[in-house]
């Protein structure tokens, strides 16, 4: 008989250890190897040619700028949007609340459709920005709208139970002590609600970069201009050539999950920091 | 003990038991599935063929057909094919995606267009324009296309199978006039997708860019999407303009062979694309829309289809595999259109 050398309060580690490891294997890693598989099929040079061609460097360019515009918007009117939901009670609350989620929901060939609809230059925005100059529809800027659109719940679930925990006595102290609004912000609530808006942000981004179904609508597909890289990767499989559409992906792939290590080591450095304050 | 790998083991075997349930149920008895794989604008077609050879199939052997539909972009449908969807018969966009159902994984011999008539294409259509009522900009043919003062709705040939018959359409006119070169043809080409706003994905997307969003004053269009779109969705809104000349497109169909062997489907499933040629499948096609084969039916159907000069791919580009490889692969001339310039 085996006596583990510690106990835990629940029983069945070792068993839900397997447990994970199997589901995560068979979900996520052993997919995702196969991606890598598909792609050595190719040879370096060849790997290569694919991964930096013009029209590729455009679409990752696209991609990752017009993602990184989106969860920066949502960072600031996400929080925003939490604040007013967890802060404030009036009328209709309830309502947003739901209408919140519904991007989350709502298949995203919806979304964009949708959203082409609103911002084409018929459409009920379209025609009045398209007079103030501004072109939406079929341009990186529809593209950042779409993609904010779909990231949206992101980060006002993540702050909001965070923001939920906050009690208002500290922002009443602080300005007791005659701290500014601007002050309490930064010094107070700041520090406590980072590291969420830092998940949020991750999140969001790491949707978009993604996201297919409701971009293909409103970015107009036009190769160098409006092309994002899971449009450049379908494009590839049409020509049934797998092995390209797979290097692209790998590329997508591990830069994502660069970029997730990145914000969650910054994460768990800055959620460090905020632990140790104290009196917190 | 290791209880982890224990669990591991479980759940692995859990899944692998899962998929395996399916089995060769399919013509058991006295009653037959087929699974028909095609491209979206053939679904109100099948669903009104299936039920029609159904009926002739009882009536003649006494046995059950049902028949399932799948449909999607054509390419996507083919992928689905060669990935393992069991499909009997294909009924796609072009032929290079059902070349590929032998190339990629050896579903069919590589001769299956000369199995059935007509290179294996039952019903045919060809490439129009579809303008706003009243034709506005006086679009009467290609050349019109490349005014600076008209833009053109067309969807993405690297994406759309439609799209591709388009382009070719397009690049098969310049070719033919007089005077005609595959340079004048490339800088055809190359002015018209100048005059494109917007590249749709899929051909419905583009359909909807025309009729809903009000782009463009001229959409490129299958002649039966055009039907569709002028008779059914926006009745009253939008014209047909046939041009002088243009493609003869050829959807074609097939057996997967591979499938209906192991299924023992064989017959079912050739006798159904049989029915397409039928006086009643020729009937159904003419009524969907699509040109009959059938010059009976044809003649019947008078002055829906008007005549122009037709070429085929065969003849202008020596098939798909070349009009792909030297058009829309990764390097190809349309890829070349969109080259960053030298500014």
């Known amino acids: 008989m085996s006596t583990p050398a510690r106990r835990h309060v629940l029983p069945g580690f070792r068993l839900s250890l397997g447990f994970t490891w199997a589901y995560v294997g068979l979900l996520v890693l052993i997919p995702l190897s196969s991606l890598f598989l598909k792609t050595f099929s190719l040879t370096w040079p060849q790997f290569w040619e694919t991964v930096t061609a013009p029209r590729a460097l455009a679409a990752y360019r696209l991609s990752f700028g017009a993602s990184l515009v989106a969860a920066l918007v949502n960072v600031v009117f996400g929080l925003l949007v939490a604040w007013v939901l967890v802060r404030y009670r009036f009328p209709g609350r309830s309502l947003v609340e739901s209408l919140v989620d519904l991007p989350f929901a709502l298949p995203t060939a919806v979304a964009g459709l949708t959203l082409t609809t609103l911002f084409s230059s018929k459409g009920w925005y379209g025609q009045y920005l398209e007079a103030l100059g501004l072109k939406v529809a079929y341009t990186s800027v529809g593209i950042a709208v779409a993609l904010t659109f779909i990231g949206l719940p992101f980060v006002v679930r993540t702050v909001q139970p965070v923001l939920e925990g906050l009690d208002a006595d500290v922002e009443e102290a602080a300005a007791t002590l005659g701290a500014t609004p601007w002050q309490t912000f930064t010094r107070v609530l700041f520090p406590a609600i980072y590291p969420a808006l830092l998940s949020g942000f991750t999140l969001a981004f790491a949707r978009a970069l993604g996201e297919y179904g409701s971009v293909v609508f409103i970015s107009g597909n036009m190769p160098l201009r409006t092309e994002i890289v899971p449009l450049l990767i379908v494009t590839k499989l049409e020509q049934y050539d797998y092995a390209g559409a797979t290097a692209i992906a790998v590329v997508m792939l591990v830069t994502s999950f660069l970029l997730l290590l990145v914000v969650n080591l910054l994460q768990r450095w800055s959620h460090r920091r905020f632990e140790v304050r104290p009196g917190a | ?343």
């Open chain 2, 1 to 343: 003990m290791h209880s982890w790998l224990v669990s591991s083991l479980l759940v692995v075997l859990a899944l692998v038991g899962c998929s395996k349930s399916s089995g060769a149920d399919a013509a058991s008895g006295n009653s037959v599935t087929l699974l028909n794989v095609s491209y979206d604008p053939t679904r109100e077609l099948y669903v009104d063929v299936n039920a029609a050879f159904a009926r002739e199939w009882e009536a003649k052997h006494g046995q059950k057909v049902s028949i399932k539909q799948s449909h999607g972009g054509s390419g996507k449908q083919a992928r689905a094919v060669i990935d393992g969807l069991e499909a009997d018969i294909v009924t796609l966009a072009l032929a290079y995606d059902v070349d590929m159902l032998h190339d990629k994984a050896s579903l069919i011999p590589e001769a299956w267009q000369a199995r059935l008539p007509h290179n294996s294409a039952p019903y045919t259509s060809t490439i129009v324009f579809v303008v706003r009522k009243g034709n506005p900009k006086g679009i009467r043919d290609w050349e019109d296309l490349l005014r600076e003062d008209v833009a053109v709705i067309t969807p993405n040939p690297k994406t759309s199978g439609g799209a591709r018959w388009n382009y070719l359409a397009a690049w098969g006119y310049a070719l033919r006039k007089p005077g005609g070169t595959p340079d004048s043809a490339r800088a055809f080409v190359e002015t018209l997708f100048r005059r494109v706003p917007v590249l749709d994905s899929g051909a419905r997307g583009s359909t909807t860019t025309f009729a809903e969003r009000g782009l463009g004053d001229v959409l490129i269009a299958w002649e039966n999407e055009a039907f569709l779109l002028t008779n059914e969705v926006g009745q009253g809104r939008f014209d047909i303009v046939v041009p002088s000349v243009s493609i003869l497109a050829e959807p074609p169909v097939a057996v997967v062979d591979r499938h209906v062997d192991k299924r023992g489907t064989r017959a079912v499933a050739e006798a159904y694309l049989q029915f397409l040629y039928s006086e009643e499948g020729q009937r159904l096609a003419a009524k969907h829309h699509y040109r009959p084969r059938s010059e009976a039916v044809a003649s019947k159907e008078g002055a829906r289809f008007p005549k122009l000069k037709l070429f085929t791919i065969d003849e202008v580009f020596g098939g798909w595999r070349k009009a792909q490889a030297a058009h829309f692969d990764d390097g190809g001339v349309f890829d070349r259109i969109y080259v960053p310039q030298a500014r």
